[in-house]
């Protein structure tokens, strides 16, 4: 990864890169076209598979279901799937729940330090404004 996308910790606290910052708005535009279309109540599965063809036919770059690795004392000890990682630094969590928990926050957290990144999202599609259902996670360390 170049040196220029890295963050920097800045008094304890993560400064998230530009280009990470627009990598997420342009993540929540394809999130919010899909819930303008299909609106609330459906299974996460569909939302998922609209997103995919919404990042695609947007051009952005994405993998979807990416396998990572779990270490424990430098020994592998299981495998977790990311529902999307865009722009290979981007995590996106999606869910088709009523409210979002301190589980879910906590999850997108572990993910993010699984992949040394510092900024994700969790999106609930479950709502009746998707603005509702959005939430920016950071990991500072």
């Known amino acids: ?3 220029e996308l890295e963050p920097t910790i800045y008094d304890g606290r ?4 530009d280009e990470l910052n627009a990598l997420s ?3 929540i535009g394809a999130c919010i076209a899909v819930h303008k279309e299909l609106g ?3 299974p996460e599965q569909a939302y998922a598979n609209a997103l995919a063809l919404e990042l695609d ?8 279901e990416k396998s990572v690795e779990i270490r424990y004392r430098g020994k592998l000890v299981g495998r977790c799937r990311l529902d999307f990682l865009i722009g290979r630094r981007l995590l996106l969590e999606t869910k088709a729940v009523k409210a979002l928990t301190d589980l879910d926050r906590s999850q997108v957290i572990t993910y993010l330090r699984l ?9 609930s599609f479950n709502v009746p404004i998707l603005k509702s259902g959005i939430k920016r996670v950071l990991c500072s360390d």
């Open 1 to 3: 990864m170049p040196d």
């Open 40 to 42: 609330a109540g459906l």
């Open 25 to 27: 708005r342009l993540a």
């Open 57 to 64: 036919a947007r051009g952005i770059e994405f993998e979807r």
């Open 14 to 17: 993560t400064v998230i890169p």
């Open 115 to 123: 992949i040394k990144q510092p900024l994700g999202l969790l999106i």
